[in-house]
């Protein structure tokens, strides 16, 4: 076969490297981390995570790398974790693929029998598993793509107020004294004339996908968390970032951004896609 890696791709995460000393991406400064590197010839590193470096694979040859795991924010009054990376693809039956980070990384295949590996998780910003090894394109064909991101802004709700929301936009939660809006989907945060709050939000960019064929895992979007003043009346653009496309040969597909045009507008970058050979075996 043909041992010729590609690095896995810078983003808000790094993707995972392939093969011989395929280095993994770097991550953007403060908001993600970088992906696995493989010395080892013949499996996968694992995707970064919003939390934690994607793993390296160890020589001789052994498991996929793990996918980093990501950053935990309470939306609901539960805590989870989003923006983990993908878990690097595996070999043979005895070297297995990386698990998925904490956060929606999706988990790298196998071979024998799940060559595929398994998509990032919708709505984390969670990187693709990458992919196992296999006997051909349509062998290795398969959901490796990255998950879509996400946008929360949340603002205090006033001592007189009882889960009363001050704007609209996306699914609207209270908790804690806050009225928080989630978006899953590209959309508007409007604000009447009478809003003054300071807002707090995370923002995050959809996850890379996967690699082929021993592919290393996707890097997991970037996780942008900030607070800026809002007042008066305004609609804001909320733009949720989608996943790295699955990747049906030897193509890099990264997540992409996620931004909120506040006054001072913030982008999420998506992940770095997973590395793979330059040809299938």
Known sequence: GDDSPIDGAPGGSGGGGNRSGGAGGTGTPGQGNPGGASPNNHVGGGGGGAGQPGGDTAAPPGPGGLGGDGLSVSITGVSTHYAGGGGGGGNVSYYTGGAGGL???????????????????????????????????????????????????????????????????????FYDGRTIHVFRNTGTFTTPSSFNETVHYVVIGGGGNGGYDLGGGGGSGAWV???QPISGSNTFTVTVGGGGAAALSATKYPGSNSTVNFPTSVTAQGGGAGGMPTSNN
């Open 225 to 227: 968390e900030n607070s």
């Open 103 to 173: 956060g929606g990384g999706g988990t790298g295949g196998s071979y024998p029998p799940a060559e595929t590996g398994t998509a990032g998780t919708q709505g984390t910003g969670g990187g693709g598993g990458g992919g196992g090894n296999g006997l051909g394109p349509n062998v290795e064909s398969g959901l490796r793509h990255g998950g879509s991101g996400i946008v929360v802004v949340k603002y205090q709700i006033g001592v007189t107020q009882t889960s009363t929301a001050k704007a609209t936009g996306g699914s609207i939660n």
